[in-house]
């Protein structure tokens, strides 16, 4: 379970999410839902947020006569939506992310469909520099709600070990 309780006073708690380093183990493969239901107010928004131009995001008309018959997903935003579905499970305790590699965009996305994804620990070893974290490496996958495979790429975080992050220290 990724969710955990600390009990911080007299009959107060604060929940706590994230693995640490010592929690990953290579090929386990994490479920992140829920899913979210991409709109077209949120491509919309997104493309504008990002400065992001072409009609094929935005135009109807212009989308119409391109091989998809409509507007896609921006694919930024589908990237982006699938490393915050990932966070609680993959990087809550992250002290960075170190990169992102082989960003694969397999299936457009459209409004209206549902995005869901999982991650696959690939690998795992200490970090050389810092005693206090390891770097940790996963493959995220997206689906569509049919199962389709949207995008898929792959992640390395420095992660801290237990008792070495900074939840476990902040004041708040």
């Not at 989308?63 to 982006?80: D, M, N, Q, Y």
Request: aromatic share 10%.
């Amino acid at each position: 379970m990724v969710g955990r309780v600390k009990q911080i006073g007299d009959n107060r708690y604060r929940e706590q999410f994230g693995r640490y380093f010592e929690d990953f183990e290579v090929g386990d493969i994490y479920e992140h839902r829920p899913g979210r239901t991409i709109t077209e107010t949120d491509n919309t928004w997104f493309t504008l947020l990002t400065m992001n131009t072409h009609p094929l995001h935005f135009d109807a008309e212009y989308a119409k006569h391109s091989e998809f018959g409509r507007c896609i997903i921006c694919s930024p935003l589908t990237v982006s939506l699938m490393v915050g579905m990932s966070v609680t499970d993959v990087s809550q305790k992250a002290i960075a992310n170190l990169g992102w590699n082989e960003i694969k965009l397999t299936h457009p996305l459209f409004a209206g469909d549902t995005l869901t994804a999982e991650s696959e620990v690939l690998s795992k070893r200490e970090s050389k520099s810092r005693p206090n974290a390891g770097l940790v490496s996963v493959k995220t996958r997206g689906f569509n709600q049919d199962g389709t495979v949207v995008c898929e790429f792959e992640r390395t975080m420095l992660i801290a070990r237990r008792g070495f992050d900074v939840e476990e220290k902040a004041a708040y």
